[in-house]
């Protein structure tokens, strides 16, 4: 096969720095940005974080082809601001805002936050294929989620 091994997809290879900044030279006050080792996940959510900025005039990312992990995220800010401001406060906000949202569900019996594991498994049956997705928190609670039914079970510990 000629695809990648899959460590490939997480490991930046040593002397690859993990962000690397390019100013553009045609337009004021835009940078791309270079981001190694991720996907859409990153680039969307600070994609719709760079929107919340007000010097920010656009902000956008690609992925230049699947097999690439890389993403290339392109901000153009006001002449308040500059991209590399941009990028580093939404960075800063990001970090904020999961903090708080963990802090907010700690403690919460019957909220599960996400932060032990979290398993994908396709599994075949006689059907075809289904999605079984479970999360754990600690060995206290599972959230399970197959064929879209969610069902959560508390474990003794």
Same mark, same amino acid.
């Given at each position: 096969m000629n695809a990648?091994?899959?460590?490939?997809?997480?490991?930046?290879?040593?002397g690859t720095k993990k962000v690397s900044y390019e100013r553009d030279t045609k337009i004021i006050n835009a940078a791309s940005f270079t981001? %190694?080792?991720? =996907?859409?996940?990153?680039?969307?959510?600070l994609r719709m974080q760079?929107?919340?900025?007000?010097?920010?005039?656009?902000?956008?990312?690609?992925?230049?082809h699947p097999l690439k992990y890389k993403i290339i995220v392109r901000i153009h800010t006001t002449s308040q601001s500059s991209p590399m401001q941009a990028y580093n406060q939404a960075i800063n906000d990001l970090d904020k805002e999961l903090d708080h949202l963990k802090n907010a569900f %700690?403690?919460? =019996?019957y909220i599960l936050l996400v932060v032990c594991q979290l398993i994908l498994a396709f599994v075949s049956d006689f059907n075809g294929i289904w999605l079984s997705l479970q999360?754990?928190?600690?060995?206290?609670?599972?959230?399970?989620?197959s064929y879209g039914v969610l069902e959560i079970e508390s474990q003794g510990v």
């Amino acid at each position: 096969m000629n695809a990648p091994d899959r460590y490939e997809r997480f490991v930046v290879p040593e002397g690859t720095k993990k962000v690397s900044y390019e100013r553009d030279t045609k337009i004021i006050n835009a940078a791309s940005f270079t981001v %190694e080792r991720e =996907d859409h996940t990153i680039g969307n959510i600070l994609r719709m974080q760079l929107h919340r900025d007000d010097n920010v005039l656009f902000a956008g990312y690609k992925l230049p082809h699947p097999l690439k992990y890389k993403i290339i995220v392109r901000i153009h800010t006001t002449s308040q601001s500059s991209p590399m401001q941009a990028y580093n406060q939404a960075i800063n906000d990001l970090d904020k805002e999961l903090d708080h949202l963990k802090n907010a569900f %700690e403690g919460h =019996d019957y909220i599960l936050l996400v932060v032990c594991q979290l398993i994908l498994a396709f599994v075949s049956d006689f059907n075809g294929i289904w999605l079984s997705l479970q999360i754990i928190q600690g060995s206290t609670k599972w959230l399970t989620c197959s064929y879209g039914v969610l069902e959560i079970e508390s474990q003794g510990v």
